[in-house]
């Protein structure tokens, strides 16, 4: 394998993670305040219609992603009402989010089939990311920087502030988090914006970047991947990015060996590959401890009610 | 237009239930004929499962007022079809299109409930008194494009980003890579399995990945036009699927093969109109007009034009057919003897492939 083969197999390998990276970093910070959204899938459609929509019409895809970040934050708001207020079961109530994300991303992107935009541009200047082998560092657009610095920014809100801790006991013990005085409606209305913002952001990935189009399900379930990505994590920040990366790499390598050529393993057992990396993660995480729990938050899923 | 297909989509289950009714009443002498569709993917995609509905927009077109269409999009291949299927059939509709080779079986069995309704499924083989399947023969296409590859191509390399390993799709790779080596006797096909017909990150990453590994030329037997994108970023050269692509990549897209149902569909509707349809198979290409080339980009050289236009002719005219002997597949085995064509029975149970590709 040539060095300019092993560049390109990298690039292609974290502009696949990255939308995954988005999007689950924005469900675990939810889930950690013990909100269960499953509409990721359905906030990206918005994010990622939303973007291109904007982007298209005023040709700046620096105001598209804004748009995209709103568009997530609106979605998951519908959630927020019905699951936290009206206190609707959340399972439901995400799952109908998603449906919802994809009959109004293909409504809002009917006028949009067919037409294309300018590819999100790299940060740096040519020389560096234009460089062959530089630019596996310096190559990326601003989405790909932004979550790599999420990361580290959700994992020392988490562990090293003092809002971060009061986020985390709203998800372990809401009565005692209620009892103490913290508004645990409120914080958790945040804590789903924010899911909802990057849920967008990643959405915005596809239409921005990966493939600069509009054509319906775009994202084509990348939302699910993105949930079971926070699970595998054990809604540990650090470990969301390796698992992002471990299925960014599968699925690249899947296609790549397949090019290369490879025929020892069938397409299926490729394809299948990053399931059963989750599955054994999984596995392994629980054999690692007697109770088999799993580090979630003691209130995941759980409707909270003030009164 | 547009109107019309957005009030449909969001209330199709109520809307499919309720108009019935309320059109029998308005109806002084004859209701409009119902034609329904089942479309595998979103009309969004710009590819297959758009080309289906620029078929029934066609007869919209045609006839107006004398018929209604509607149609289910996003329909998972399988037993599941059965009920989009059935749904169809009990809204009233008398001619209904089932759209993909996975709604086979489905449509079989849903006919086999409503012997009066007339069932017309697309990329099949089994047929019943009341189920017709029709087809177009791609690989007629695949044969003019792989003409244009074998001449553009420097590394003499192409990349076919696949769905499944089916008949249709095998023999349009062997189609492709048999015009290509005519022309380019040291020809490789590189094949990655994609497994969906529609996953555009993944498209688009498959196309890498065989670009990756040397491919100049890149096409696609998958539904969205993501494949002509990461080629256009790569700058290299590739071929839109299902409906002329320019749009996504003007330097890369060389030209397409373009799906165009239309003239099909109004015939079969006029034929239920008159009372006279019956089941069939026809699997019509060039010549009929269901297949057609795109027009070619600039980048294309004078030698592969005439080459690409001598193909086209040839077929229409039935003096050349893309699988002429002596053909041997990767085991060796003689499949075809010198001189002679591969039969349509061949064709559509075609499980093998020629030299020189990697799949």
């Given amino acids: 394998m040539t060095s300019a083969m092993l560049v390109s197999i990298l690039m292609t390998l974290i502009a696949a993670s990255t939308p995954l990276l988005l999007a689950a970093l924005g469900e675990l910070i939810a889930e950690k305040a013990g909100v269960l959204n499953l509409g990721v899938e359905g906030m990206m459609l918005c994010g990622a219609v939303a973007g291109f929509a904007v982007a298209f019409s005023t040709g700046s895809t620096g105001i598209g992603l804004v748009a995209a970040a709103f568009a997530g934050v609106a979605a998951s708001m519908i959630f927020a009402v019905l699951a936290l207020s009206l206190m609707a079961n959340q399972v439901a109530t995400g799952l109908a989010l998603t449906i919802f994300g994809i009959g109004a991303s293909s409504l809002i992107g009917a006028g949009f089939v067919g037409r294309t935009i300018a590819r999100l541009q790299p940060v740096f200047p040519a020389a560096l990311s234009e460089h062959p082998i530089l630019r596996v560092i310096f190559g990326h ?11 580290a920014g959700v994992s020392w809100f988490l562990r090293r502030t003092r809002p971060g801790l009061i986020l985390r006991a709203v998800g372990e013990n809401d009565a005692s988090a209620h009892a103490i005085g913290y508004p645990v409606v409120a914080i958790r209305y945040a804590a789903v914006a924010f899911g909802g913002a990057l849920a967008g952001l990643g959405g915005a990935y596809f239409s921005l970047a990966l493939t600069p189009m509009w054509a319906d399900r775009l994202t084509a379930g990348r939302g699910w991947i993105a949930l079971a990505l926070v699970v595998f994590s054990a809604w540990k920040p650090g470990r969301l990015l390796l698992g992002a990366y471990l299925f960014g790499a599968v699925m690249t390598l899947e296609l790549q060996l397949k090019a290369a050529g490879v025929t020892w393993l069938a397409p299926e057992v490729l394809a299948m590959a990053p399931y059963l990396a989750t599955i054994a993660v999984l596995t392994m995480m629980s054999l690692g401890r007697k109770t088999g729990r799993l580090d979630a938050p003691a209130c995941l899923g759980k409707p909270f009610s003030a009164s | 237009m547009t109107s019309i297909i957005t009030r449909r989509r969001l209330t199709f289950g109520a809307a499919a239930a309720s108009t019935l009714p309320i059109l029998g009443r308005g109806a002084s002498a004859q209701a409009p004929l119902g034609v329904g569709f089942v479309y595998v993917g979103p009309i969004g995609d710009h590819g297959y499962t758009w080309t289906h509905n620029q078929g029934r927009l066609a007869l919209e077109k045609e006839y107006g007022a004398k018929i209604k269409t509607s149609f289910i999009e996003n329909v998972a291949e399988g037993p599941d079809a059965a009920r989009a299927i059935r749904q169809l059939a009990q809204a009233g509709n008398q001619l209904i299109f089932t759209t993909s080779f996975g709604f086979m ?10 012997p009066k309704i007339h069932f017309e499924h697309a990329t099949g083989y089994m047929r019943a008194e009341n189920v017709a399947t029709y087809d177009a023969r791609f690989y007629e296409g695949r044969a003019v494009i792989g003409t244009i590859a074998g001449h553009m191509s420097k590394t003499g390399q192409a990349g076919y980003v696949a769905s499944f390993p089916i008949p249709e799709v095998v023999m349009g790779i062997n189609a492709f890579h048999l015009a290509a080596r005519k022309v380019n ?6 094949v990655v399995w994609c497994s969906t017909w ?9 196309a890498k990945a065989l670009i990756d590994q040397g491919a100049d030329m890149i096409t696609q037997h998958t539904d969205s036009a993501a494949p002509l994108q990461a080629a256009e970023q790569r700058s290299v050269f590739a071929f839109g699927q299902a409906s002329d692509m320019k749009s996504f990549a003007p330097k890369a897209h060389l030209s397409a093969i373009v799906d165009d149902w239309s003239g099909y569909y109004i015939k079969r509707v006029k034929d239920v109109m008159d009372g006279n349809w019956k089941s069939g198979a026809v699997w019509h290409g060039l010549k009929e007009g269901m297949v057609k080339i795109a027009p070619y980009n600039d980048a294309v050289t004078p030698a592969a034009r005439a080459a690409a236009d001598e193909v086209t002719k040839g077929i229409i005219a039935g003096t050349l057919h893309p699988f002429t002997g002596e053909l041997k597949d990767q085991k060796g085995a003689v499949r075809l003897k010198a001189g002679e064509t591969a039969s349509d029975e061949m064709l559509s149970k075609m499980d093998w492939y020629v030299d020189g590709i990697q799949a």
């Fill in chain 2, 105 to 114: 079986n489905p449509t079989i069995q849903v006919a086999k409930q409503f």
């Fill in chain 2, 185 to 190: 006797p040291n020809f490789k096909t590189k």
């Fill in chain 1, 141 to 151: 657009d601003i989405l790909v920087y932004l979550s790599l610095a999420l990361v």
């Fill in chain 2, 198 to 206: 529609y996953d555009p990150a993944k498209e688009a990453d498959a």
